[in-house]
């Protein structure tokens, strides 16, 4: 019964101590605030600058939202027979049926034209055949002119594609 009694003594001393210093946080000035913001941003952004090198970023679904893709891509070089175009990304696969109830896996498939050339290539092809997870995947190609990307599913034996998405091309910025 003491142990009771002192627990309910601690909780009541710490939430009483809890309640008069919470005032004192919520009470710094304005310019103070402010300049602790000015100094995270200006840290974030001179961080982020230097250790992030992607311009751009995107989501897609298959028609019907069961294959997602988020990714982030850039171009380094800006001629079209002299750059580096990386894109890295995650496929997420929403489909909850099993396989023998019909369910088919996530599926994207990246494509490039490289400088001089008129024809699509497959950059990347990639899967992922397991509910409610997520693959992380990457794809660096040279000397590209254009990039498209779409986002389907597939069978978990086959490769031919159902309810994709339509290929979004990608602004290189040339």
Same mark, same amino acid.
């Given at each position: 019964? &003491? @142990?009771?009694?002192?627990?309910?003594?601690?909780?009541?001393?710490?939430?009483?101590?809890? =309640?008069?210093? #919470?005032?004192? #946080?919520? #009470?710094?000035?304005?310019?103070?605030?402010?300049?602790?913001?000015?100094? !995270?941003? !200006?840290?974030?952004?001179?961080?982020?600058?230097? #250790? %992030?090198?992607?311009?751009? !970023?995107?989501?897609?679904?298959?028609? @019907? $939202?069961?294959?997602?893709?988020?990714?982030?891509?850039?171009? %380094?070089?800006?001629?079209?027979? *002299? @750059?580096?175009?990386? =894109?890295? $990304?995650?496929?997420?696969?929403?489909?909850? %049926?099993?396989?023998?109830?019909? $369910? %088919?896996?996530?599926?994207?498939?990246?494509?490039?034209?490289?400088?001089? *050339?008129?024809?699509?290539?497959?950059? &990347?092809?990639?899967?992922?055949?397991?509910?409610?997870?997520?693959?992380?995947?990457?794809?660096?190609?040279? *000397?590209?002119?254009?990039?498209?990307?779409?986002?389907?599913?597939? &069978?978990?034996?086959?490769?031919?594609?159902?309810?994709?998405?339509?290929?979004?091309? =990608?602004?290189? $910025?040339?």
């Amino acid at each position: 019964m &003491k @142990n009771i009694i002192r627990a309910a003594i601690a909780v009541v001393a710490t939430t009483g101590l809890m =309640l008069t210093a #919470a005032p004192a #946080a919520f #009470a710094a000035t304005p310019a103070s605030a402010s300049s602790a913001s000015a100094v !995270s941003s !200006s840290s974030s952004s001179s961080s982020s600058s230097s #250790a %992030r090198d992607f311009d751009d !970023s995107f989501e897609q679904e298959s028609r @019907n $939202g069961l294959a997602t893709l988020e990714a982030e891509y850039s171009v %380094r070089g800006d001629e079209e027979d *002299d @750059n580096t175009f990386r =894109l890295r $990304g995650e496929l997420y696969d929403g489909d909850r %049926r099993t396989f023998r109830q019909g $369910g %088919r896996c996530a599926y994207v498939e990246v494509q490039v034209v490289s400088s001089g *050339d008129e024809d699509w290539d497959v950059a &990347k092809r990639d899967r992922l055949c397991s509910y409610d997870d997520t693959k992380r995947f990457r794809v660096t190609a040279h *000397d590209v002119s254009d990039v498209r990307v779409k986002t389907c599913q597939v &069978k978990y034996r086959s490769w031919s594609t159902h309810r994709c998405s339509r290929w979004e091309e =990608l602004d290189l $910025g040339f």
